[in-house]
């Protein structure tokens, strides 16, 4: 039986030939780069991690990794430890050791990519009480893998835990791990927001309302930014900025950091918190050409510089409420 394959909006294409990926590493081969900067790590603040059940925070370990602490669920997005990706190593140190890592309730897959599902680290932080949640077509894998408490979502898709309502939305990017599953699992991003539960959430206070969140994923610039912003209200999202250049090659697949930025005024959040950067060199950019990029689109568009908040490795942001 045929495996089912998915595909993004509008049938955009993310295909590239034998061809265009030998064009792409002799144009690496030609260009100087500035490798110098990298991103600081900062000292974690492990015994606020390790006790806060009240507050929404979001911790940056690297690349698409955060831990996002909501509703009294300790929640994980693309957990990657690894230190290298590839022939390519890791380019700093995690924010958080994985050993120092508080007792993960939720981990969050956007797609099956080496870069953001590392099954070596989910090992070390899966518990039996750990939910796991991945795109539609990704499943049953997990389960062979050993991950038995694991939840399907297709686009627009939820599932509710303690009191969080967690929604799978689309993404414009494409997966593979082997050279015979090409899309056979899809790809997307979550948000994050309070459900109508009999039971409130760990830690809820009457009348306190927790911002919702927007989780990206790996994305090309799509439509499908506008319609999550006019499917939900978003007050806080973490938007990849890096592995675009050269943009003939990667623009279909990652957003370049002016398209970021489009993508946070198009869902409408208050605060978007950059990632996807610094941690692997996927691509010919640099974090330095990614963040000064960001920066001078911030302010051609005048968005407040408050809005975007750049975090260090093991940096800790608190939203409000």
């Not at 999202?237 to 946070?264: K, S």
Request: glycine content about 8%.
């Amino acid at each position: 039986m045929p495996k089912m394959r998915y595909g993004n909006m509008d049938r955009v294409s993310t295909d590239h030939t034998v061809k265009d990926f030998k064009q792409w590493r002799r144009e690496r081969r030609n260009k100087k780069k500035d490798l110098s900067y990298l991103v600081p790590n900062v000292v974690p603040e492990l015994e606020y991690l390790h006790a806060n059940r009240r507050d929404t925070s979001i911790t940056w370990i690297g690349h698409s990794t955060f831990l996002i602490q909501y509703e009294g669920l300790n929640i994980l997005t693309d957990p990657v430890w690894a230190r290298r990706m590839g022939l390519d190593r890791r380019l700093g140190e995690p924010g958080i050791g994985i050993r120092d890592m508080p007792p993960v309730d939720v981990i969050l897959i956007s797609h099956s990519h080496y870069d953001h599902l590392h099954v070596a680290s989910i090992r070390k932080l899966y518990r039996a009480e750990t939910k796991l949640f991945v795109p539609v077509g990704l499943r049953r894998k997990m389960i062979r893998k050993g991950f038995r408490n694991c939840v399907e979502l297709g686009w627009w898709e939820d599932a509710v835990i303690r009191g969080v309502k967690i929604s799978f939305v689309p993404a414009q990017h494409w997966t593979r791990r082997t050279p015979f599953d090409t899309n056979t699992s899809h790809w997307g991003g979550y948000v994050l927001q309070p459900a109508d539960a009999e039971e409130p959430a760990s830690g809820r206070e009457a009348g306190r309302t927790p911002p919702n969140l927007y989780f990206a994923g790996d994305s090309g610039y799509f439509p499908g930014f506008k319609e999550i912003g006019r499917r939900y209200h978003i007050d806080a999202a973490m938007i990849p900025i890096g592995a675009y250049e050269p943009e003939w090659f990667m623009g279909t697949q990652h957003v370049n950091p002016e398209e970021a930025l489009q993508a946070f005024l198009d869902v409408g959040a208050e605060t978007m918190i950059p990632m996807h950067y610094g941690t692997f060199r996927l691509a010919d950019d640099t974090a330095r050409e990614a963040l000064d990029r960001m920066e001078a689109e911030r302010e051609r568009l005048g968005i407040k510089a408050e809005s975007i908040q750049v975090l260090k490795h093991g940096e800790t942001l608190r939203i409000q409420p």
